[in-house]
């Protein structure tokens, strides 16, 4: 057998896949391994150690071929490096290489292996790959360095807006009377208490990030402005990627990753197609065709130096298992 593996290791969840012919043989999902999250990194890494070791579970590690690991934080040299020292010592049987979660995602959710792709998950994150090779990779780092968009800057404007709905410094919003019961709070002291002394959990207002896609469902103005605001950020970012890529007005695909382009409000979705298509009217927009773990094992054959034509059929046949 030439078994290969491959990882999708991002801030909510770990996906892990083995395969063997293009047939999968074991998904296994786990908790956060993203090394920046509230886990750090020895939690991270050891929930990435045993996502692997249950996928290897019963096979032959001989039969392994080199995997694929694509992560979030693995953002810099020095971010692989750290990543590949705790993985070594927890798996010293594992032959793998890293890269950023959004190469996985491009390779996986393309239809011909490049292009660009705009994650929209807990955080934002762009790469553009253009067929010659060259390589454009913007944001990833926060709203520090530039970004905006995700489910942890939405689930924050949510609660920014709420609050100042309920006080009067703002305008009425559905998200006002939502956010309680989301978060698990009687009222808006018990709330603002619960948040100051940090007894509320870091991650619960991530609960917020769906509350304000169905208010916007549902016609509230302040959450369609929040979900038009975040599109328009995306949006600029992919234009500047392809930008730098010098596209031109060339027909590309541009990938929509991440659980967020897929809420219940097509807000999100309709403003930045529009504003893409208004700058690069031929770009093919949609959806991934196959999940970012899914693109990391085809990524792990491609560098064993087989052919992933066959392999990205296959899986398209299994997608629904994952």
């Known amino acids: 057998m030439r078994l290969y593996l491959g990882v999708d290791g991002g801030a ?130 926060g709203y520090e360095f530039g970004d905006f968009g995700g489910g942890a800057d939405l689930a924050r404007e949510v609660l920014h807006t709420a609050f100042r709905s309920y006080e009067g410094r703002g305008p009425k919003t559905a998200l006002e009377f939502g956010v309680l019961g989301r978060m698990n ?39 369609e402005k929040l979900l038009r605001r975040m599109a328009e950020s995306l949006a600029q970012t992919v234009i500047a990627a392809a930008n730098q890529l010098k596209w031109e007005k060339d027909a590309f695909e541009i990938v929509l990753a991440g659980s967020l382009w ?20 031929l770009a093919d927009i949609h959806l991934p065709e196959l999940s970012p773990v899914m693109g990391a094992v085809l990524k792990a054959v491609q560098d064993d130096s087989q052919s992933a034509s066959d392999w990205r059929r296959k899986l398209r046949e299994q997608k629904d298992q994952v």
């Open 185 to 223: 709070q009687i009222d808006y002291e018990t709330l603002r208490r619960g948040m100051y002394f940090h007894t509320i959990h870091p991650l619960a207002f991530l609960a917020l990030v769906p509350l304000c896609f169905e208010a916007a469902d549902q016609g509230d103005e302040v959450a």
């Open 262 to 281: 897929e809420g219940t409000s097509p807000i999100l979705q309709d403003h930045f197609r529009h504003r893409l298509h208004e700058f690069y009217p």
């Open 12 to 141: 909510s969840k770990t996906d892990v896949i083995l395969a063997d012919s293009g047939r999968i043989l074991k998904v296994v999902r786990g908790g956060p391994s993203n090394p920046q999250g509230p886990m750090g990194w020895e939690g991270a890494m050891d929930q990435l150690a045993q996502c692997v070791a249950d996928a290897v579970h019963g096979y032959d590690r001989n039969d392994l071929r080199p995997a694929v690991l694509g992560l979030a934080g693995a953002d810099f040299p020095e971010d692989i490096q750290m990543m590949s020292q705790h993985l070594t010592k927890r798996l010293p049987w594992l032959s793998y290489s890293i890269v950023n979660d959004t190469e996985i995602a491009l390779l996986g959710g393309s239809r011909q292996g490049y292009g660009i792709v705009a994650i929209c998950g807990t955080a934002t994150n762009v790469l553009g790959i253009h067929p010659d090779g060259r390589r454009c990779h913007i944001g990833g780092l």
